[in-house]
């Protein structure tokens, strides 16, 4: 079944369809307002509430965007308001143990996880608008529009946070800081 039948039938009620799109789109959603709130549990939960409010307001969607498109940014929203209201980012919970695997999948994880760990150091600032601009696709001026700045402000808050990016994944002989060497030998004596 296309995507387009799915949200009639969910528009229509059918818990079925819901489903489906809820199995077609969860790990984005969760990934996307994990990377803007930098804690696992409050993904999960801001997660859940982007569902809801994306079935209680699917009758608003016309689809002129891609529903995918209109979701994730519903789920931005959802956890920008959330930011908003809170004073202090939580801390980073620390991530599941993972299985010993190869070499080549070895480096994946590394790498993710540098990225991972360098992202969750930004400070919520730069965070936001890296993730927005960089993963997300969103435009200056969209950026400024959600998080009620300037797009020049915007602008420079991506040039500061790819910076900063910059020098955490640097080596750590580089004098930079950074959290490669220490990813690295974390996977190399199986601590993930």
Request: charged share 30%; with cysteine.
């Amino acid at each position: 079944m296309e995507e387009r039948d799915l949200i009639a039938s969910a528009k229509a009620g059918e818990r079925w369809a819901m489903g489906e799109l809820y199995q077609l789109h969860a790990r984005r959603v969760y990934t996307v307002i994990r990377r803007l709130v930098g804690d696992d549990h409050l993904a999960e939960d801001l997660s859940q509430e982007a569902w809801i409010r994306a079935f209680e307001k699917l009758h608003l969607f016309r689809g002129d965007a891609a529903f995918g498109t209109w979701l994730y940014r519903l789920a931005t929203n959802v956890a920008l308001n959330r930011l908003r209201r809170s004073a202090r980012r939580r801390p980073v919970e620390s991530a599941a143990e993972l299985p010993r695997v190869s070499r080549a999948e070895d480096d994946v994880i590394v790498t993710r996880r540098v990225l991972s760990q360098a992202l969750d150091q930004l400070p919520p600032g730069y965070r936001r608008v890296l993730v927005l601009h960089d993963v997300e696709g969103w435009t200056h001026r969209d950026i400024a529009e959600a998080l009620g700045c300037s797009p020049g402000t915007s602008k420079s808050q991506l040039h500061k946070a790819r910076a900063r990016m910059r020098q955490l994944i640097a080596p750590e002989d580089s004098g930079n800081g950074g959290v490669r060497d220490k990813a690295q030998r974390e996977a190399r004596h199986g601590r993930r």
